[in-house]
């Protein structure tokens, strides 16, 4: 069974970075993808990111947020989200998904084995 753990979040300011890590434990090897995906207060998951574990392909949902980086560490058994130019709006609790057979997409039905999540804060 695989488990994924979710860590980087914290309170920061408009404008500012951070980068998200969702760490893979037990048998990834027939992972076909791993996204991410974000929930505000009041609102469903909506998709961010994902990035296929063995060609390391990103796609991304367009105009969800801003600038956004997804990138895994494959050795690392590691995906990330580089966050940059942070809003308000992005105040969300952020989940990481693994997708095991393609087409993954951008719909919260093909991504399992969901991880805690981490929040995700922007204010001044």
């Known amino acids: 069974q695989v488990q994924l753990v979710e860590s980087g979040g914290g309170k920061v300011q408009p404008g500012a970075s951070l980068r998200l890590s969702c760490a893979a434990s037990g048998r990834t090897f027939n992972t076909y993808a791993m996204g991410w995906f974000r929930q505000a207060p009041g609102k469903g998951r909506e998709f961010v990111a994902a990035?296929?574990?063995?060609?390391?392909?990103?796609y991304y949902a367009g105009s969800v947020m801003g600038p956004v980086t997804v990138s895994r560490d494959s050795a690392k058994n590691t995906m990330y989200l580089q966050m940059d130019s942070l809003k308000p709006e992005d105040t969300a609790v952020y989940y990481c998904?693994?997708?095991?057979?393609?087409?993954?997409?951008?719909?919260?039905?093909?991504?399992?084995?969901w991880g805690q999540g981490t929040q995700v804060t922007v204010s001044s």
């Open positions: 990035i296929t574990w063995l060609g390391g392909t990103p």
């Open positions: 998904a693994m997708c095991r057979v393609s087409p993954c997409g951008t719909t919260l039905g093909p991504y399992t084995n």
